[in-house]
């Protein structure tokens, strides 16, 4: 029973991890949109109020972490769990 719930824990963290990780995609494949974008020169309509990718991929980027750090503490339990 306990096995069948970590399962379904981690499935959900996989999902978000994943979501996460295309926000982090999409950040570097488009940039903000702003005139002065570090890392995508913008077409079309564009903002000025300067560069937001480096703080988006910071907060992006320290969610990835804290989510793959869930994961790896579930799997590290689980595993433990099946070695008693
Ligand atoms: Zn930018």
Redesign the pocket.
Known sequence: MKHTMNIEILKHQCDHLRELLKEFDLILAE??K?GG????KPTGQVTNGG???KKNIEFVVEDIAEEALRIHTVVINETKESHR
């Open positions: 940039g903000c702003d974008c570090y890392y995508v560069c937001r990718c």
